[in-house]
């Protein structure tokens, strides 16, 4: 086949456009044209009032080695690439100790999905609950303000992506074709076919929840065991000399090697492999492997705000005369702003008609996320907007004051996060209900009485007052020069009755839990294969769930091997 990019029509395009352009691009006529596949359509709305729709095509004609020939020079015709998912092995008839995979957030589900498949029978923790009950855990919380500290936002079966906008597009290298994969098994499981061709492919919470359910019978039925409520409380190890080990000698850290695991409940786990998935938010269990001697360095992450706009504001601005265009559906946007005091602040994890969700999943601490369904239907767009926070800060009082962390380790970004959630539960009046404040006062430094057009969307409450309060001061400058200049770009971004709501931390994993290029084992520690977003390999649903099969092939090779 062929694949033809940068087709351009218009937003009202006829039925028969596509074919019509594809005609005209090749020199055909109607009867060498066999069929055609919509591969993605995307669109550029940079004039917002001459909206474009971009096709990328996939066509069969009676010459394609032809027309590959005549166009060989045309970056926008080429040969259409295999993107079928091969495995890279099948399991040996015996496995002495099964594999084990920690964690079933994206990308845990898709080493536990993979393995399984190449016929391997992992063994699947989840520190959560199944993704029903930790539903009801979640929404419980929302309403009644009642904390489970294991069943929440963060933890349980589907990981912190099922309370989300549920996006499904990545900025990963990925000449693999392994998003390709990650999307089939979506659809497979009862995902929207249009992630499939639609260049910003989401689904939302509600369905994430059924098709979750409908991988896990999967891996079940191709020989996994899932387990719920299963928390990892230490890793054993042996230890190597430099010349028994795999792994390189890093100064001041042991080689060593996975031989088990012990649970929560005591029960001892034998194996050789585990594929360590465990979210972002997984302190306890960072604090484990560094206290273990697992080799881990701490990374930048970001921290901010909520802020909340009507979402036919959003519209509008982006899409002018075409807002409520069915293609087009509720506009998104990405913003990034480099401030005179040397920080950058931007947009992450854009909502589109969504709310503000509460994300907490330690007690006597207050974080925020966004949630969308896959309607987009919701009053409200909200996004965080940011400030980037490097490990210099993490116990600089002279920036940080009293959010700064008191020891200077490789965990104190987690302290530093714990130090701004522990403060906005304070502010917030110590119930879970989140500090807010309305963009004009905030710029004009005055405190929040009550809403105005926008009425912030968090549950379950909120109380109004001055967020200087919840960040450093470094972080409120930055974001209070950022939201003029992103209202130049977004009419109306910084309105005076858009509200801001604390505090967002959990952007990203305060650690990297580094591991080699080639194998995937951690640096220093055969056996454990870090991966996804706590891990610091990823960020958001699909890049997760690709690391998930990088790290599967990984470890189906390793045990191969062996």
Sequence with gaps: MIRLTNIKLALDHQDNAIEQAILCKLSLDESQLLNFTVFKRGYDARQKNNIVLIYTLDINTTCNDELLATFKNDNQVKATPDMAYKFVSQAPTHIENRPVVIGMGPCGLFIGLLLAQMGFNPIILERGQEVRQRTKDTFGFWRKKILNTESNVQFGEGGAGTFSDGKLYSQVNDRKHYSRKVLDEFVAAGAPEEILYVSKPHIGTFKLVTMVEKMRANIIELGGEIRFNQRVDSIEFDNLGNEESITEPIEGYENKKVTGLRLSSGEYIKTNHIALAIGHSARDTFEMLFKQGVYIKAKPFSVGFRIEHEQSVIDEARFGKNAGNEILGAADYKLVHHCSNGRSVYSFCMCPGGTVVAAASEEGRLVTNGMSQYSRHERNANSAIVVGIEPSDFTDKASCGEFAGDRDYVLAGMDFQRKLEEKAFKVGGENYDAPVQLVGDFIADRKSGEHGSVAPSYKPGVTYC???????????????????????????????????????????????????????????????YPAGEGAGYAGGILSAAIDGIKVAEAMALAITTE
């Design 466 to 528: 001055d967020l200087r309060e919840t960040l450093p001061d470094f972080a409120i400058a930055a974001i209070k020069e950022a939201l003029p200049v992103f209202n130049k770009k977004i009419n109306g971004f910084s309105m005076p009755e858009a509200t801001l709501t604390a505090v967002e931390t959990r952007t990203s994993s305060p650690i990297q839990i580094t591991r080699h290029r080639d194998n995937f084992h951690s640096l220093n520690t055969e056996g454990l």
